[in-house]
C-alpha cells in the first residue's frame, strides 16, 4: 500500500474510532483500475462498511455500474457523483489520484478483510458506549435488563454478521465423513433422534421431522391458523423431550397459556375453547380443576414462551441462544425455535424502510439462527390479499409477501388454507342455502397444508384435523 495515497480529512468523522482511510482509498484504487476486483471483495465489504462516507458512496455507484454491465472508472464514475470538496481535491483529482496510486488486483481482498475487521470493532465500540450511556444516563423507566436484552441483541447481530465471514470451510473429505457417520449411527440405532413436530403427516412429508439447520416457513391469511399449528409444533416437540421456544410477537402470554391448555384438552370428556378458559366467568369447578392439571403438565414441559412485541431479529436470536443454555443445563437441548411473525418482527437499522431487503434480511438471520444453534427454525409468515380476489381461495407460492426473499432462504415453505373460514363468510352461508351450510359443516375441521418448496421431499399437500376454538390441530387418521 502506498504511503503516497491522499492524506484525508474529515472533521467530521470520529477518528477515535479503528479505521484506515489508506487501506481503503487503497481497495477503491484497485477497483477503479480494474472492475474484476469488485467480484473479489464484494462478499467480504459493503458501502456500510467503509469509514469515509464518501468512499461508502463510491463504491456503492461503483458497484451499481458495474451491475448494470457498464464500467467504472475515474472517467466515467465523475457524472454520478457531484462536486464535494475531498480532502482539498475535486472529484475528479480524487478519482485520478486513487487510479494512479492503486494496489494490484490481488491484494484487494486482503484491503476488503482489513476494511471489514475495523467495521465490525467500531461497530463493538458503538455497542459499548450505548451500553454505558444507558446505564449511566437511563431513566427510572429503563430497567437493568432492558439495557442487557439491548446489548445482547446488538453483540448477537455483530455475531450472525462476521459469522458469514468466518465459519469454518469443510473440505471434501470431511464432508463425507461425517455423512457416512450419520449414516452407520442412523442403521445401528445409536443416532440422536430428529425432533418430531409432533405431527406424523408432516414429519413424513418434509423429511423426517424439525432437522437441525433448516429454516420452515408456515405462511397463510388471517384465520387459516399459523398460531394455532405453529404453537402445536412447539408443545408437541416439547412434549417428546426436545426444547423448544416460541416467540410471540402478535399474542399475549395468558392467551398463549389459555390455547395450550385448551389443545391440551381438545380430546378429553369436557374440551374447552381457550376464549372461554381466558374469560373465566363460565368455567365450572370441574373445568378450573382440569384446567389446573393442564396447567402443572405444561409447566413441566421445556417450553419456553416469550410473548414481548417489537423484537429485532437479533434480539429474538440472542433470546434463543439463552433459552438454549438454559435448557443445555437441565440436559435438554433446544430442537425448535418457533416465530410468530414474520411481518411483526422489528427490522434493523440497515434496512428500515425498505420492505423487500428488511424481509430477506429476517429470513436469511432465521436461517443462519437455524445454523449458529443447531436448531430448527419455525417462521410463521401472512399472505397477501391477493388470495381474496380470486374465486379459487386457495393459496400459491405468488402470494407469500416478497416471497423471493423468504423462498430463497427456506427450506420448507408450507401455505396454509382452510376452507371453511371462506365459506362461512360466503353469501349463500349468510342466506341460509342448505347446500353451503352443509358444505361449511362438512369443512369445519379441515386444514390444508400445502407445500410450495419442500427440500428435502415432494411437493404437495397435507391435510390435518383443525379446531380453532380450541386451538387443536391433530393428524387426521389420529383424531
Known amino acids: 500500500m502506498s504511503g503516497r495515497i491522499v492524506p484525508f480529512a474529515a472533521p467530521a468523522l ?184 409432533g405431527f406424523k403427516d408432516i414429519d413424513r412429508a418434509i423429511g423426517g421431522g424439525l432437522r437441525a439447520g433448516r429454516l420452515i416457513v408456515l405462511a397463510g391469511r388471517p384465520g387459516m391458523g399459523k398460531t394455532i399449528l405453529g404453537l402445536g409444533i412447539a408443545r408437541r416437540s416439547a412434549k ?76 429474538i436470536a440472542a433470546r434463543a441462544k439463552a433459552v438454549q443454555d438454559h435448557f443445555r443445563k437441565a440436559g435438554t437441548p433446544l430442537g425448535v425455535v418457533v416465530i410468530d411473525y414474520l411481518g411483526l418482527v422489528c427490522p434493523s437499522d440497515r434496512y428500515r424502510g425498505q420492505k423487500v431487503d428488511e424481509v430477506g434480511e429476517i429470513a436469511l438471520a432465521c436461517k443462519e439462527m437455524a445454523k449458529k444453534l443447531g436448531v430448527c427454525v419455525v417462521l410463521l409468515a401472512q399472505l397477501n390479499r391477493g388470495v381474496e380476489g380470486r374465486e379459487d381461495k386457495r393459496p400459491l407460492m405468488s402470494d407469500l409477501r416478497d416471497s423471493g426473499n423468504i423462498e430463497e432462504h427456506a427450506d420448507v415453505v408450507g401455505l396454509l388454507y382452510r376452507p371453511h373460514y371462506y365459506t ?13 351450510v352443509d358444505r361449511a359443516a362438512q369443512q369445519e375441521h379441515v386444514l390444508h397444508l400445502g407445500l410450495g418448496k419442500n427440500r428435502l421431499g415432494p411437493t404437495g399437500n397435507v391435510e390435518l384435523w383443525c379446531s380453532v376454538a380450541r386451538s387443536a390441530v391433530r393428524d387426521v387418521q389420529r383424531w
Request: aromatic share 4%; with cysteine; proline share 4%.
Open 14 to 197: 470520529d477518528e477515535t474510532l479503528p479505521h484506515s482511510v489508506e487501506t481503503e482509498q487503497a481497495l477503491l484504487g484497485a477497483i477503479l483500475v480494474n472492475n474484476d476486483a469488485l467480484a473479489l471483495v464484494s462478499v467480504l465489504v459493503g458501502p456500510e462498511h467503509f469509514f469515509v462516507p464518501e468512499h461508502a458512496t463510491i463504491f456503492q455507484q461503483v458497484a451499481a455500474m458495474v451491475s448494470a454491465g457498464l464500467n467504472a472508472n475515474a472517467l466515467t464514475l465523475k457524472p454520478y457523483l457531484g462536486d464535494a470538496d475531498l480532502g482539498g481535491m475535486t472529484v475528479s483529482q480524487y478519482l485520478a489520484r486513487l487510479s494512479a496510486e492503486a494496489s494490484t488486483v490481488s491484494g484487494a481482498p486482503g484491503y476488503a478483510q482489513i476494511i471489514r475487521s475495523l467495521a465490525t470493532r467500531r461497530d463493538l465500540i458503538k455497542a459499548a458506549r450505548r451500553m454505558e450511556e444507558r446505564a449511566r444516563f437511563g431513566g427510572v423507566e429503563v430497567t437493568s435488563d432492558e439495557i442487557i436484552d439491548e446489548v445482547e441483541a446488538k453483540l448477537q447481530e455483530i455475531r450472525l454478521d462476521v459469522s458469514r465471514l468466518t465459519a469454518p470451510r469443510k473440505g471434501l473429505q470431511q464432508i463425507t465423513d461425517t455423512l457416512l457417520a450419520a449414516i452407520a449411527a442412523a442403521r445401528s440405532g445409536t443416532s440422536s433422534p430428529v425432533p418430531t413436530s
Open 240 to 315: 417428546s423431550g426436545a426444547g423448544a421456544a416460541f416467540f410471540s410477537l402478535e399474542i399475549d402470554d395468558e392467551e398463549l397459556g389459555a390455547r395450550c391448555i385448551a389443545d391440551m384438552l381438545a380430546r378429553s370428556q369436557y374440551p374447552l375453547a381457550y376464549r372461554d378458559i381466558l374469560a373465566g366467568q363460565e368455567l365450572t369447578d370441574g373445568d378450573v380443576e382440569r384446567i389446573q392439571t393442564a396447567a402443572l403438565t405444561l409447566e413441566r414441559l421445556p417450553l419456553h414462551l416469550d410473548a414481548e412485541s417489537g423484537l429485532t431479529i437479533a434480539q
Open 424 to 436: 362461512v363468510n360466503s353469501p349463500g352461508f349468510r342466506d341460509g342455502d342448505p347446500v353451503i
